[in-house]
């Protein structure tokens, strides 16, 4: 099955605008731009002014999800610009071929990004290997990512160690998968893909125990919220239940448990009593 591909878009590029295509966008509704800024672009008297028409005018088309025309806009804007600023226009035409679904044309934009050492490398570096996914060669997009893993990341960062962790264990590779969410909880310990790998790192451990199983009805980052829950979940009528933290500081989560049992049996009526008072999902794991 292929891999979801992750577009990450950056804000819209920006450019001084020039007079009149900043009175287009003052005056003209978004969704009628699209004529007046073809008109523009065309009839622009400088390289420049025509260029700053046709990047926002991809910008719209991407915005859109047109990414053909976003494409050529895209295009025509790095024939225009002066080289030290091509890298933008391309960048956003690699995204565009990925939306296209066109993982060949698509490294071919951002390759050329990657190898300016432009600004946008660290995130042309992860569209690259987005489009080694969607080639169906896991392997390549690991060593894309894995070849900048360890340099400044800057604003993609938290992006790029969590899909090279999840590469890392779709091949199987354990060890770089953990280096990789450690990284990144290190690094960008409040971003939403740090989240994501304290819940991952709970449930590897809740699951490498042996022995009775355990009913776990939430995990939380907030341990206000997972005090609340367990003390619902004692009210319903499970009195074993508990907070158990998992980790320290930023990179704690906090794991509502109702308890032990001897099997999977008696975990699953208790786990189906929780549902239906409490309305929460549960899930049985490995009790340490």
Not at 46 to 61: D, Q, R
Not at 262 to 288: E, N, T
């Given at each position: ?22 009175a ?18 065309a ?22 999800g ?10 025509r ?49 992860l ?29 993609a ?10 590469l ?6 354990p ?35 042996t ?12 341990l ?65």
């Open positions: 099955m292929a891999s979801a591909i992750l577009i990450l878009a950056p804000a819209a590029p920006c450019l001084a605008a020039s007079r009149p295509l900043a287009l966008l003052s005056t003209t509704p978004a969704d009628s731009l699209g004529g007046p800024l073809a008109r523009l672009e009839s622009a008297a400088e390289p420049l002014s025509g260029a700053e028409a046709a990047l926002t005018l991809g910008a719209l088309h991407f915005a859109r047109e990414y053909r025309e976003a494409v050529t806009a895209y295009a804007a790095a024939a225009r610009l002066d080289p030290a600023r091509k890298a933008e226009a391309r960048y956003w035409a690699g995204l565009a071929w990925l939306g296209l679904g066109e993982p060949t044309q698509a490294r071919a934009s951002l390759e050329e990004v990657a190898l300016d050492r432009s600004p946008r490398r660290v995130e042309a570096m569209g690259i290997a987005q489009a080694w996914e969607l080639s169906q060669r896991p392997e390549r997009a690991y060593d894309a990512l894995a070849s900048i893993a360890e340099g400044d990341l800057g604003e960062g938290a992006a790029v160690l969590e899909r090279a962790a999840a890392a264990e779709r091949l199987n590779r060890d770089q998968a953990r280096r990789a969410r450690e990284r990144l909880l290190a690094r960008y310990p409040r971003s939403i893909e740090a989240a994501a790998a304290r819940l991952e790192f709970a449930q590897a451990e809740a699951s490498a125990g022995g009775h199983v355990a009913v776990v009805i939430g995990s939380f980052l907030d206000a919220r997972a005090r609340s829950l367990a003390g619902e979940a004692r009210h319903a009528g499970f009195p074993s239940a508990q907070v158990i933290t998992r980790g320290q500081g930023l990179a704690a989560v906090h794991v509502v448990r109702l308890g032990t049992y001897a099997g999977h049996l008696d975990a699953r009526r208790a786990g189906d009593q929780a549902a239906r008072a409490l309305g929460v999902a549960y899930r049985i794991v490995r009790s340490p």
